[in-house]
């Protein structure tokens, strides 16, 4: 199917804003939803709307079915070795503070490291932080070279026997590199580490396989890749599940309740306390199903060329800076307008309907180090076409005249 065939597929791409045609630039962000998923969840609530697990009645089995066939396409997406090794959450940040409040209080001891990146998002950081904090673990960061990428040997010379965890995300949202985690896993597990993949960027975009890449953890979201939101899932090794304790308690993930005592289901539904997001669960079944219908190496070639083609482009333009390597990147093109700050470059381009993401992309940490305050994305999907990224480089230009006769 070409993207043609494919943007008639998703009813939000075809409206005007601001008197133009949209140009929907913010995948990173979030994705839009095409109308099989939009479908799938309005059918729930139509026709299957009941609680899970619980009932014996017809809405209810339904339901279940909806809900428990969702998690054997989250593991088959993901090549986990069975459904049981997946837990729904709400999506990438609560995966992630699972396995940090769960796991890694448990483990880790004073002076003990968790190693991370200072490219990680936010929610791939604080969870850690909060870990040292209450623990006395120390934070390590594998340094980045010039282009924004992870050298191996910088991997080797971080990662030591005292590391327990080390949690790297496996594509940057800000500078669109492809980290290389089967790698670094490789390394940890050396060390006696468990490895933690963030997966919010790479989930949508490529085919992950949690075997191959040999990884502990894999977190990732819903909605950015076509399902809703609220939605998302953390694959844990069973041996792993097993041994964690749950952080939130009450209905749904008990197995007996005594006045003074209770036990707890096995895993995962021991970490799904109360009414799960189960509409969220069909929606997500019906984006999965959507993406291997597409398919995900399709999905990432397009979008690969994508990013060259606006990188090149973008390149073009005097006065325009690019963050990240142009090779090895995946479909985003993170930059700045020289002598224009990033929010005033969004709201120009919002005018001719344009929708890019500006600010710091909850990478603080990053933006020091790329000594900005902030920066412009435009993030590319499977929707997107090259007729687009010609309407951001020629609005661009005029935004970036506009703002020289203001400033001459």
């Given at each position: 199917m070409n993207v043609l065939e494919l943007r008639k597929l998703f009813p939000i791409l075809?409206?005007?804003?601001n008197g133009h045609p949209l140009v929907y630039l913010d995948n990173a962000a979030t994705s839009q939803k095409p109308e099989s998923v939009i479908s799938a969840v309005k059918a729930y609530y139509?026709?299957?709307?009941?609680?899970?697990?619980?009932?014996?009645h017809t809405l209810g089995s339904r339901a279940t079915d909806a809900y428990e066939g969702a998690r054997e396409k989250v593991?088959?997406?993901l090549n986990a070795s069975e459904s049981n090794e997946i837990v729904f959450t709400r999506g990438t940040t609560t995966a992630l503070n699972l396995v940090a409040s769960s796991y890694a209080r448990s483990v880790c001891g004073?002076?003990?490291?968790?190693?991370?990146?200072?490219?990680?998002?936010?929610?791939?950081?604080?969870?850690?932080q909060q870990v040292a904090k209450a623990t006395g673990a120390v934070l390590k960061y594998i340094p980045l070279q010039a282009d924004g990428t992870i050298a191996m040997a910088d991997v080797e010379r971080t990662i030591t026997d005292r590391t327990k965890v080390v949690s790297v995300m496996q594509v940057s949202n800000v500078l669109g590199v492809i980290n290389p985690v089967k790698e670094i896993a490789a390394v940890a597990h050396r060390h006696g580490a468990v490895m933690v993949v963030d997966g919010a960027q790479s989930a949508p975009h490529m085919k992950v396989d949690v075997r191959d890449l040999d990884c502990d953890f894999f977190a990732f979201s819903g909605h950015k890749m076509c399902g809703p939101t609220g939605i998302g899932a953390?694959?844990?090794?069973?041996?792993?599940?097993?041994?964690?304790e749950p952080i939130e308690f009450g209905g749904e993930m008990?197995?007996?309740?005594?006045?003074?005592?209770?036990?707890?289901?096995?895993?995962?539904?021991?970490?799904?306390?109360?009414?799960?997001?189960?509409?969220?669960?069909?929606?997500?079944?019906?984006?999965?199903?959507?993406?291997?219908?597409?398919g995900l190496d399709e999905i990432d070639r397009h979008e690969s060329k994508l990013a060259a083609y606006a990188y090149d482009r973008l390149s073009?333009?005097?006065?325009?800076?690019?963050?990240?390597?142009?090779?090895?990147?995946?479909?985003?093109v993170t930059f700045n307008l020289a002598d224009v700050h990033p929010h005033d470059v969004a709201t120009v381009l919002d005018t001719e309907g344009i929708a890019v993401r500006a600010g710091h992309h909850c990478c603080q940490p990053l933006m020091r180090q790329l000594e900005v305050s902030a920066t412009a994305r435009a993030s590319f999907y499977l929707y997107n076409t090259e007729d687009e990224v010609e309407r951001l480089v020629s609005a661009l230009q005029r935004t970036k005249e506009f703002f020289g006769h203001a400033i001459g």
């Open positions: 075809h409206q005007e804003i139509e026709r299957n709307n009941a609680n899970v697990h619980r009932g014996v593991a088959r997406f004073e002076g003990d490291e968790i190693v991370l990146t200072p490219m990680e998002h936010h929610s791939n950081l604080i969870p850690w953390l694959y844990a090794r069973k041996s792993l599940l097993e041994r964690m008990i197995d007996h309740v005594d006045l003074y005592e209770s036990t707890w289901k096995e895993a995962p539904w021991k970490f799904e306390g109360g009414t799960p997001i189960i509409a969220g669960a069909a929606g997500l079944a019906a984006a999965i199903d959507f993406l291997t219908e597409v073009e333009m005097e006065g325009i800076t690019i963050y990240g390597p142009r090779e090895g990147r995946v479909g985003l």
